[in-house]
């Protein structure tokens, strides 16, 4: 009986609300016709009490919809961004996620009742969590089976912090990067919550490779590889960015460094300027990027710099076709040169034909000397 009671009810909320639109659209396109034509304006006028009743019986049966939609625009939660997020708001100091967090403490969770599910936090001021003073963090979470119940295991964490921060050796900015990403420190974590490791974030001032200064904003990222156990860390300063590489003026790059902030690798870059290297002499914009393969294992700091018809290359007392690739080291050494590859090379296929940010030196102007630092 009671089932049928509250099966009533709501068959009766829905039909007052499916009227209650129905008075709106029609009391809608009656508003339209009596402002757009004067000949429907003139009509009412003959029959003024009949139309003020009509009018209000439309506005009354439209109330319960407008009623709806004002206090669901009220109401809409700013904080959490979901449909139907289980917030909740700590009322006494908790130590969850491996992190102690005070009463106050806003935290979105995945599964109700449960604060350790949580995928958000944030803060009234700043916490100590992952040894940064954090004023919110964002869980990446991973749902797994666990005696018999399912749990929601965090796997990464996305902090926005209070002020720069230096992690790993690495400055982080807090502030906002133009054309970047927000401004986070990524952290791998354990299924306790506690910070596995440092993944990366946006560089802030005082950052040096090799010496050279890292542009405010580069994007830095862990990175491993198990056939090149030097690398450490992935370093892209950013497209419209000028940077120093082994001497080498380039943009657009993406390099690797090892865990003393030296350059062991390059993924992808272009030449800022005309370059004279050794033999050989490049054109700007030439894509450039660490041999790999036997060129690797018998000359391990040999590039490749992709020559093409637009972008050729010279050589004293020698010929480079158009389009091959040559062989060279850094300090010069022309290792030797190979026909161009028929695969596709992702990075250099989406970046070659990009414009860079800066003012592109001309054809004939040369690169400035800049002496690489020592070994």
Not at 239 to 246: A, I, M, S
Request: charged share 20%; proline share 8%.
């Amino acid at each position: 009986m009671m089932s049928f009671a509250s099966n009533d009810v709501v068959a009766l909320r829905d039909l007052i609300v499916l009227v209650s639109g129905v008075g709106l659209v029609v009391l809608g396109v009656w508003m339209w016709r009596l402002m757009s034509r004067p000949v429907t304006r003139q009509q009412p006028r003959d029959r003024r009490l009949q139309t003020l009743i009509v009018l209000g019986m439309l506005a009354f049966a439209s109330a319960p919809i407008i009623f709806l939609a004002v206090n669901f625009a009220r109401f809409q939660p700013t904080s959490f961004v979901g449909e139907e997020p289980n917030r909740m708001v700590l009322s006494a100091p908790a130590r969850i996620g491996a992190i102690d967090m005070p009463s106050g403490t806003r935290l979105q969770l995945e599964q109700e009742d449960h604060p350790e599910s949580f995928s958000a936090a944030v803060f009234a001021s700043p916490v100590q969590a992952y040894g940064v003073p954090a004023l919110r963090i964002s869980r990446q979470l991973r749902v797994v089976q666990r005696d018999g119940d399912e749990v929601h295991e965090p796997t990464g964490a996305y902090v926005t912090v209070s002020g720069d921060q230096t992690v790993d050796g690495w400055t982080c900015t807090a502030g906002a990067v133009e054309g970047r990403r927000r401004p986070t420190l990524h952290f791998q974590l354990a299924r306790d919550g506690s910070a596995r490791a440092f993944e990366g974030c946006l560089a802030a001032d005082g950052n040096l490779v090799d010496g050279h200064a890292l542009p405010v904003g580069s994007d830095i990222g862990a990175a491993k590889y198990p056939d090149k156990p030097a690398i450490r860390w992935r370093i892209s300063p950013g497209e419209d960015k000028l940077f120093t590489v082994r001497g080498i003026p380039v943009y657009n790059a993406t390099f690797w460094v090892d865990g003393h902030h030296h350059v062991v690798g390059v993924q992808y870059a272009q030449l800022a300027c005309r370059l004279t290297l050794g033999p050989v002499t490049y054109a700007p914009g030439t894509e450039i990027e660490s041999a790999d393969g036997d060129w690797r294992k018998r000359f391990p700091d040999a590039w490749y710099f992709k020559t093409s018809p637009s972008r050729l290359a010279t050589q004293v007392g020698g010929e480079i076709a158009p389009g091959a690739w040559v062989v060279q080291s850094p300090d010069g050494v022309l290792r030797g040169t190979m026909a161009a590859r028929g695969e596709a090379r992702t990075l250099a296929r989406d970046k070659s034909t990009r414009t860079p940010g800066f003012a592109a030196p001309a054809q004939d102007e040369a690169c400035p000397f800049v002496a690489p630092p020592p070994a």
